[in-house]
């Protein structure tokens, strides 16, 4: 089992920043990837970005050069900073991770909003 708790939502600008943070913990050794997908009310969740134990990167084109995903492997930590929010990015984020043996497991989602 691998437990994932998200950290670092909140409201902010058109324009500005937010980091979102992710706490691994359970059977870490067994985690290949992990990430960040996003829903809004009524829309499937869509994968924003993803980050593989050797640090190898992946991103949805509607973010790319705007977001950075990164981890850090001896705190169990995964990040997501977004910079030049637009109201388009508001949605609940969720971090998720995958294992050698295909399970997914998710956070429980934090809240991002952009507005003026």
């Known amino acids: 089992q691998v437990q994932l708790v998200e950290y670092g939502g909140g409201l902010v600008q058109p324009g500005g920043s937010l980091r979102l943070s992710c706490a691994a913990s359970?059977?870490?050794?067994?985690?290949?990837?992990v990430g960040w997908y996003r829903q809004t009310p009524g829309r499937q969740r869509e994968l924003v970005a993803t980050?593989?134990?050797?640090?190898?990167?992946n991103y949805a084109d509607f973010v790319k050069g705007r977001f950075t995903i990164s981890s850090d492997n001896a705190k169990n930590m995964v990040y997501l900073q977004m910079n030049s929010l637009e109201p388009d990015d508001t949605a609940v984020y969720y971090c998720?991770?995958?294992?050698?043996?295909?399970?997914?497991?998710w956070g429980q989602g934090t809240q991002v909003s952009v507005s003026s």
């Open positions: 998720y991770a995958t294992t050698v043996v295909n399970n997914i497991y």
């Open positions: 359970g059977s870490i050794s067994t985690i290949n990837a």
């Open positions: 980050i593989t134990g050797s640090h190898s990167t």
